[in-house]
Each structure stands twice: as structure tokens, then as C-alpha cells.
Antibody, heavy 126, light 107 residues
Framework: EVQLMESGGGLVQPGRSLRLSCTASGFTFGDYAVSWVRQAPGKGLEWVGFIRSKAFGGTTDYAASVAGRFMISRDDSKSVAYLQMNGLKIDDTAVYYC?????????????????WGQGTLVTVSS | DIQLTQSPASLSASIGDRVTITCRASQTVTKYLNWFQQKPGKAPKLLID???DLQGGVTSRFSASGSGTHFTLTINTLQREDFATYYC?????????FGQGTKVELK
């Protein structure tokens, strides 16, 4: 059974850093891209970014709202993806989901989140 | 960035109704359009990708069509478990973007 589990959320002050983890099981993690999607309280979904599989360079893309502050990485030996969040702002308060992506072959086109974790809440507040 | 506009933002419907949700893109996304369902307090669930390909295990009450900039999601014979919020998302390019969501409520 495919499972994704986020961890590392919590309360953090503005300007500080936090690292989220996404631990996968039930599939060959290294074969897939991983995305992060967030949802502010009572709001819609916002794509944060994703990391391609190593077969397609392990490269990343980000939303403009987080580019330069957030960084996605992966450790395929542990079946874990990370979202390093620096310079956190109050507007970054959200539930953060990681997803398994299918259908991306290295470019900017294609890719669908077919499995999602349950999400972890990040609250940025002083 | 490609903007996705869903309509309506919300709708009220009865059990057994047929409902249609529209998603319009600010520029072509060809067929790189996905639909998700989200229930309160839960993670989204992929229903359809490639504009019209129903995911395995998803009831055939759901169907979708479209290409380019105009897409629709149809739910036939609405059931109680279909009351949720629905989002479209484009994967034509990055940044991937979502529509603002359509909440389907019980009349």
C-alpha cells in the first residue's frame, strides 16, 4: 500500500526555519517525483514545488512565493523527501502536503499527484 | 503563471442531481488538466488526470472533458459522499496552479 507521511510541522516564529519530512512506503520511492502542496486555513490549494526523480536529474521547481526561501531535497536511500523552509512568514501558515507524482519525465510538463500524505500543520506566529 | 478559474465557486444540489463544474485556463494547457476532490479535514484525492482519464477505483459517476482552455467535471447522480470541494490543476508547466475550488453542498 502506497503511503506518505509528513512530519516536522509546528509553531515557529516569523523569520525562523523549519524542515518538514515526507516518509514514503509501499513503492520504489526513487522512481517518482515528489511535490509539496500547501493549504492555508480555510483556503484553497497552493502548489509549493517539486523534485524530480534522480533519473531525470533530481531537479526542482518552485512557486514564486517560496523560491529562494524554500528548498526541496530527497534521500532515496531512506525514502524521504524534505522541505526546508527558511525566512518563514506569517503567510506561510498552512497545512503542508507531500505527494507522489506520476507522469513527469524531466521537463516542466506533466506530472500528477496520485497519492497524498495526510498533511502537517505549520503555524508561523510570534 | 497560468491562472485557472473555476465556476461556480459553490453550488447546492440534491442527492441524485447531475452537476457540472467548469475550469477555464488563462492560456492553453492542452490536456494537462487534473481534477481533485477534497473533503473537510482530509487530503485531496485525485479523480481525473489528462483532462478526462478517470483514476482507478474512482466511481464512473465522475466524468470530465475538455482541452486547451475549457474543461468540465461532471458528477452524475450525486451521492452523499460526493459533497466536497473540487479543484482543477494544470500540469502543463511550472508553476503548477490550482483553481480556487468549487464547493458542492447539500441543498
Amino acid at each position: 500500500e502506497v503511503q506518505l507521511m509528513e512530519s516536522g510541522g509546528g509553531l515557529v516564529q516569523p523569520g525562523r526555519s523549519l524542515r518538514l519530512s515526507c516518509t514514503a512506503s509501499g513503492f520504489t520511492f526513487g522512481d517518482y517525483a515528489v511535490s509539496w502542496v500547501r493549504q492555508a486555513p480555510g483556503k484553497g490549494l497552493e502548489w509549493v514545488g517539486f523534485i524530480r526523480s534522480k533519473a531525470f536529474g533530481g531537479t526542482t521547481d518552485y512557486a514564486a512565493s517560496v523560491a529562494g526561501r524554500f528548498m526541496i531535497s530527497r534521500d532515496d536511500s531512506k525514502s524521504v523527501a524534505y522541505l526546508q523552509m527558511n525566512g518563514l512568514k506569517i503567510d506561510d501558515t498552512a497545512v503542508y502536503y507531500c505527494t507522489r507524482d506520476i507522469g513527469n519525465y524531466g521537463g516542466k510538463r506533466g506530472g500528477t499527484a496520485d497519492y497524498w500524505g495526510q498533511g502537517t500543520l505549520v503555524t508561523v506566529s510570534s | 503563471d497560468i491562472q485557472l478559474t473555476q465556476s461556480p465557486a459553490s453550488l447546492s444540489a440534491s442527492i441524485g442531481d447531475r452537476v457540472t463544474i467548469t475550469c477555464r485556463a488563462s492560456q492553453t494547457v492542452t490536456k494537462y488538466l487534473n481534477w481533485f476532490q477534497q473533503k473537510p479535514g482530509k487530503a485531496p484525492k485525485l479523480l481525473i488526470d489528462g483532462a478526462s482519464d478517470l483514476q482507478g477505483g474512482v466511481t464512473s459517476r465522475f466524468s470530465a472533458s475538455g482541452s486547451g482552455t475549457h474543461f468540465t467535471l461532471t458528477i452524475n447522480t450525486l451521492q452523499r459522499e460526493d459533497f466536497a470541494t473540487y479543484y482543477c490543476q494544470q500540469s502543463f508547466t511550472v508553476p503548477r496552479t490550482f483553481g480556487q475550488g468549487t464547493k458542492v453542498e447539500l441543498k
